[in-house]
Every structure is written in structure tokens, then in C-alpha cells.
DNA sequence: GCCTCCTTGATGCAACTGCATCGATCGATA
DNA sequence: TATCGATCGATGCAGTTGCATCAAGGAGGC
């Protein structure tokens, strides 16, 4: 590992540079929209969408955090918050005395449909509207590689 | 605007989500490598770069912020940071009495030539090799339409 | 059952970020 | 030159994140 040959052609450190940079600035953007149109973080969007997709059993804590990729402690916090906003219900978990299932309120999915037309129209201007059909699929192809 | 028709296809929405999660995977890998290996943030890499390139001049608070796509305050504590590491130098700028000048130390320099192997290595292993040369290209060339 | 290790989720603390605002200086205008 | 709005950079405060650690409960071996 330590002494593999390693080679990083000035294209591609172009294209990592772009990639940060860019990615940074478009989600950027698109925060700014849904905070200007007086919603809550993209954060809170996603945990609310899946935990309506996962409707009606609802996540365990643990689950939510791997589909969001976030750090423990940052999806205990973040459900805290939703949790007060009541956007979201933490019920025992009747199989596992640890843990909780979590799911999304009636106001939960509300905001789910307020802020759709927002992040959409957002997501329009700042990313799909700079893009035609094939450049999209061709994107969407690369960075599934990444992953 | 507000009226304007406004279409997200199944395709764009995919893609946006991607960019969104795999841009965010692949920055905390490169970062954990960093921190595994000792160094200091990203961002102080960049700060670095930037002035490095600048020499010897230097540059404007202001302008670094520009570069960096960072807010002005974030800016102004970065520079902090990295004047207290010992970094960078802050000088008074002749022309404006309000401002300042930065410059990169050599110790500063010396950070830089020390983390670009390890950073190399980790964008090598996260980024570049998971694409090839075409790949690389076509996605550099779309991130610069999103700019 | 009991011991041990693992998993689940919370939390104290320090560091960082976002927001609003401030003081200082510059530049344009009269 | 005096005034006024704009620009430059800093900072107090509140909210958020990262890190380390903890308590509680589960799962497997004896």
C-alpha cells in the first residue's frame, strides 16, 4: 500500500477539484433557496423522506443513519430536533429494549409537501437546467462508481 | 420564475441525489485519510495552496475568501487558525488601511509539500481510480457547466 | 443462570459555523 | 475638506458538529 506506486494524472486532480468545489457551491445554493423560503435544513428533508418511504413500520435509529450516512451522534441530535419540531415520534422498540423506531407525523409528511416545490424548483435552476439528458446519465454512471 | 413551469425529470433527480451523498462519502474519505495521517483539515490545505500560488505577494483576506468560496467570517477565523499554527503571516497592506496582507510561511510550505503525499494517495485511491481517463473528462467538463 | 463482549443510542465538552453587527478606512461627491 | 455610503475584516452569541465516553440492553458461551 504504502509503497504502491501512485499516480494522480493532472486531469483528474482537475476534475477532484471541480468535484469539491462544485458540488460545495450547487448544494450551497440550494440550501440558501429552502432557508429563504423559510424551511428547515436539507438534513431535515432527507431523514423525513425516508422515514416516509419506510412507512408505516418507521426506522430504527441505527437504519436511518446508515441510509443518511451520518455520524451516530449527529443522527441522535438531529432526530432531537425533529423529534421537538414534531416532525417526527420516538416509540419503543417492542423487539429490541435498547433501541426505538422512529417515525414520521402527519406534520412531518406535511413539510415533506411544502418543501418539495422549493427544492425542486431549486434543484431545476441550480443543477438540472445547467445539464441535458446525456450529461445527467453520464454523471449519474460516474458517480455511482464512486460510491 | 415563481410561475415558470418547472420539470425534474427521474433522471436529473437521481443525479442531483447522487451528487449530493457521493460527493459528501468521498470528501470524509479523503479527510479521514488526512486526519488518520496527522494533518490538519482540507481547507487549511487549500488556504495554503492558494497563498503558495500567490507568492509572493501574497493575498487579501478578501480575495483568499473569494477563491475559497468561503464566508467572510469562516475566513476570517481560518486565518486565525492558521496564524496561531504558525502558517501563515499577517502584514498590513500599504494601500489600504483596512486591510491586510497573507503570506504563506515556510512552515506553512513545508505542511503543504508534507500532506500532498497522503493527499495524493487518498484522492488516488477514493477518486481517480475508481474512473478512467474518459470518465474523469466527461465529469470534469459537467461540473463546469454547473459552476 | 452468569459472565463477557457487542450493539444501540445519549451526552459533556471543545471546536467550528452561521448570523448579526461593529469599528475602521476608503472613495465619491459636493 | 467634510460628509456619506460602501468595503474590509473582526467578534459576541447561539446553534451545530466531532470526539470520547457512558449506560442499558442483547447475544453467545460456559
Known amino acids: 500500500m504504502q509503497s504502491e506506486v501512485c499516480i494522480l494524472s ?11 468545489r462544485v458540488s460545495q457551491v450547487v448544494l450551497s445554493r440550494v440550501e440558501a433557496d429552502l432557508k429563504a423560503a423559510g424551511f428547515p435544513p436539507l438534513s431535515w428533508y432527507d ?6 418511504r ?7 435509529p441505527y437504519q436511518l443513519q446508515e441510509r443518511m450516512l451520518l455520524a451516530q451522534y449527529n443522527l441522535s441530535r438531529l432526530t432531537d430536533r ?6 417526527i415520534e420516538r416509540e419503543e422498540c417492542p423487539k429490541d429494549g435498547r ?5 414520521v407525523t402527519e406534520k412531518g409528511c406535511a413539510l415533506l409537501r411544502s418543501m418539495w416545490p422549493i ?5 431545476v435552476a441550480h443543477f438540472a437546467d445547467k445539464l441535458d439528458a446525456s450529461e445527467t446519465a453520464a454523471l449519474a ?3 455511482m462508481k464512486l460510491r
Chains 1, 2 share one sequence.
Open 99 to 103: 433501541g426505538q423506531v422512529l417515525k
Open 141 to 143: 454512471l460516474t458517480l
Open 47 to 52: 431523514a423525513l423522506l425516508e422515514l416516509e
Open 54 to 60: 419506510a412507512k408505516p413500520e418507521g426506522l430504527r
Open 82 to 87: 425533529l423529534k421537538k419540531a414534531g416532525y
Open 119 to 123: 427544492y425542486r424548483r431549486a434543484i
Open 10 to 20: 493532472e486531469e483528474a486532480a482537475t476534475a477532484w477539484a471541480r468535484l469539491v
